[in-house]
């Protein structure tokens, strides 16, 4: 299946029926009386993440969707059907903005997790409903309201909690595979990775991480070299970035290479350049034994440099995706780091919230977490 990580979408929610103005025309009912119904609910347009789902690649062919709108009242005391609601099921990670002004409408972190996104048009009043001791024979009904219509971009960003980072043919694709369950096409040519790939990395009884491969970076990267920009979007969830070092270049210099990936993310986002990032240099397995500390040393050395132009090196780990040497005990300090830095469970608290009422037809399965189309606030 091809990966999508970006859509844009429009919604259209369906029109409220109108309220009709009907009276009673019965045998042996003398004087009768209103009995025209209310129109019924136009349908909404929700959203609802499903772990099931990894793409948006269904929202790059259909890009439109309009509910149906709700039936007219009758007369006879007859309310007008509400529509069906639409639910766009949507993969965990996804991110839902308002094309128009930018809003952040809902951000899918959780399985289940609901969001309406456009809400159908209430149904309009009948007579009935105006009927009063002063006003026996009301002969107004109102119209149903109009559902919303919304412009929506869709964006993926796969949920982590490390990422990798690096040159292409750095070994990153190696190195997924050697420790988790993913597979992920393996060549000894560039730009192998086109789209992030998944693994869950399992360090023991009850501890696991995942990690995230994403298409290797080169410089230039901001004006549109290689593949660009588009992926880095799925390490800003990440906590760690792990950025991997090819140590033997046939035609490059791994310390010019090491700076260029810095530059490039400091260019895309600050922030993502801020998170904590550890060097780890691959692939010396191909450095005689002898000359592994001497080479590793030079490294660094030369990495962070002096002055203005010093890079901080937080930790620095050597390794040989192909054999897995070294691989374990990178893992096991990744762990250990996840495990400091995640908080503490919080505290179970009985928190209430107002619903506002659901349209007619919509089908509710119940308050609070159970819920996936409880509305949140995102701060």
């Given at each position: 299946?091809?990966?999508?990580?970006?859509?844009?979408i429009?919604?259209?929610?369906?029109?409220?029926g109108?309220?009709?103005a009907?009276?009673?025309?019965?045998?042996f009912?003398?004087?009768?009386?209103?009995?025209?119904?209310?129109?019924?609910?136009?349908?909404?347009?929700?959203?609802?993440?499903?772990?099931?789902?990894?793409?948006?690649?269904?929202?790059?062919?259909?890009?439109?969707?309009?509910a149906?709108?709700?039936?007219?009242?009758?007369?006879?005391?007859?309310?007008?059907?509400?529509?069906?609601?639409?639910?766009?099921?949507?993969?965990?990670?996804?991110?839902?903005?308002?094309?128009d002004?930018?809003?952040?409408?809902?951000d899918l972190t959780?399985d289940?997790?609901g969001a309406?996104?456009?809400?159908?048009g209430e149904?309009?009043?009948?007579n009935l409903?105006?009927?009063?001791?002063?006003?026996?024979?009301?002969?107004?009904?109102t119209?149903?309201?109009?559902?919303?219509?919304?412009?929506?971009r869709?964006?993926?960003k796969?949920?982590?909690?490390?990422?990798?980072l690096?040159?292409?043919?750095?070994?990153?694709?190696?190195?997924?595979?050697?420790?988790?369950n993913?597979?992920?096409?393996?060549?000894?040519?560039?730009?192998?990775?086109?789209?992030?790939?998944?693994?869950?990395?399992?360090?023991?009884?009850?501890?696991?991480?995942v990690?995230?491969?994403i298409?290797?970076?080169?410089?230039?990267?901001?004006?549109?070299?290689?593949?660009?920009?588009?992926?880095?979007?799925?390490?800003?969830?990440?906590r760690?970035l792990?950025?991997?070092?090819?140590?033997?270049?046939?035609?490059?210099?791994?310390v010019?290479?090491?700076?260029?990936?810095?530059?490039?993310?400091?260019?895309?986002?600050?922030?993502?350049?801020?998170?904590?990032?550890?060097?780890?240099?691959?692939?010396?397995?191909?450095?005689?034994?002898?000359?592994?500390?001497?080479?590793?040393?030079?490294?660094a050395?030369?990495?962070?440099?002096r002055?203005?132009?010093?890079?901080?090196?937080?930790?620095?780990?050597?390794?040989?995706?192909?054999?897995?040497?070294?691989c374990?005990?990178l893992?096991l300090?990744?762990?250990?780091?996840l495990?400091?830095?995640r908080?503490?469970?919080?505290a179970?608290?009985?928190?209430?919230?107002?619903?506002?009422p659901?349209?007619a037809?919509?089908?509710?399965?119940?308050?609070?977490?159970?819920?996936?189309?409880a509305?949140?606030a995102?701060?």
């Open positions: 299946m091809k990966f999508i990580d970006e859509a844009a429009e919604v259209t929610a369906g029109n409220g109108n309220g009709v009907s009276f009673r025309r019965e045998k009912i003398p004087r009768g009386g209103p009995d025209g119904g209310d129109g019924g609910h136009g349908g909404s347009i929700r959203a609802l993440a499903d772990r099931n789902i990894n793409t948006l690649v269904d929202y790059r062919y259909q890009r439109r969707f309009v149906k709108n709700g039936e007219r009242g009758r007369g006879s005391d007859q309310y007008g059907a509400a529509a069906d609601d639409i639910v766009l099921r949507m993969p965990v990670g996804t991110q839902i903005h308002d094309e002004t930018g809003e952040l409408i809902a959780q289940g997790q309406l996104l456009a809400r159908g149904g309009g009043l009948g409903r105006f009927k009063s001791s002063t006003n026996r024979a009301p002969r107004q009904c119209p149903g309201r109009e559902g919303e219509q919304r412009r929506l869709l964006e993926l796969v949920l982590a909690d490390v990422g990798l690096g040159m292409p043919n750095a070994g990153k694709s190696t190195f997924i595979a050697a420790v988790s993913a597979r992920p096409k393996i060549a000894d040519y560039p730009f192998t990775t086109l789209h992030p790939n998944l693994g869950v990395v399992r360090v023991g009884a009850g501890r696991s991480f990690v995230a491969d298409p290797g970076l080169i410089e230039g990267a901001a004006e549109g070299a290689g593949l660009g920009h588009q992926f880095l979007r799925h390490l800003q969830r990440t760690l792990l950025h991997l070092v090819d140590l033997t270049p046939f035609d490059a210099d791994p010019r290479d090491a700076r260029a990936i810095v530059r490039e993310l400091r260019k895309y986002d600050p922030a993502l350049a801020e998170k904590p990032r550890w060097l780890v240099l691959n692939k010396i397995d191909m450095i005689p034994a002898d000359e592994r500390e001497a080479r590793i040393a030079d490294f050395r030369r990495y962070r440099g002055g203005r132009h010093a890079m901080p090196i937080e930790r620095l780990f050597a390794i040989s995706a192909l054999t897995r040497d070294g374990e005990r893992c300090a990744v762990n250990d780091y495990e400091s830095i908080p503490p469970e919080a179970s608290i009985d928190v209430r919230f107002e619903r506002p659901e349209p037809g919509t089908r509710v399965q119940g308050a609070g977490d159970d819920d996936p189309f509305e949140t995102h701060g």
